[in-house]
């Protein structure tokens, strides 16, 4: 130690020396400067209620999902910032030009959605959106009781294909790039 009659130098805090300095809270990065100039950098501003991802853990990994809602600072019960996301946990199958309307319906038919909150870092988002409103079918208090749920996929299903069936109604181009990815399975 020092002794007993000795003061410390006086430090200097790193904002007056010139420096930068990086502080973290949660899921924004503040950055201070040497004018103290406070800036806020959003890590969630990327996923978006209607952003195409791809699904990076669990049991539906690889799978292309919308996301329908985000918990940017998480909640009670989860504590880490997540989404709420809608998927297809089986693609329709493939169809061609050749094949009649029946047919192309019965193929489609295969399509299997699913719903889950999931972890911010296991997804991955993609450039593409998707304009369909999910927030309508999938309400968040259906999603406990797990008869209920079973219902959310059935009406989740009909938009799906129903969306699936009539692409070409799309009104902007991104959006209808965005549904045209969606539905493609995807090859890894």
């Known amino acids: 130690g020092a002794p007993a009659g000795a003061t410390t130098p006086p430090t200097t805090s790193p904002s007056r020396c010139g420096l930068s300095l990086r502080l973290r809270t949660g899921r924004n990065t503040i950055l201070q400067d040497n004018f103290t100039r406070i800036f806020l950098v959003n890590k969630m501003a990327v996923i978006k209620t209607g952003k195409v991802v791809i699904v990076l853990a669990g049991r539906h990994a690889g799978k292309k999902a919308v996301v329908v809602k985000t918990f940017d600072d998480g909640n009670s019960e989860k504590r880490f910032s997540h989404c709420l996301i809608a998927g297809l946990a089986r693609n329709p199958r493939k169809i061609t030009k050749a094949m009649s309307k029946k047919k192309v319906e019965k193929r489609s038919k295969t399509l299997k959605p699913f719903v889950k909150y999931i972890n ?13 409103d999910l927030k309508k079918a999938v309400d968040e208090a259906d999603l406990v009781d797990a008869e209920r749920r079973v219902d959310v996929k059935k009406n989740l299903k009909k938009i799906l294909l129903d969306r699936y069936l009539n692409q070409k109604e799309v009104t902007s181009e991104k959006k209808a790039q965005g549904s045209n990815y969606f539905f493609q399975k995807l090859r890894f």
């Open 120 to 132: 911010v870092r296991h997804v991955f988002p993609t450039r593409y959106v998707v304009d369909m």
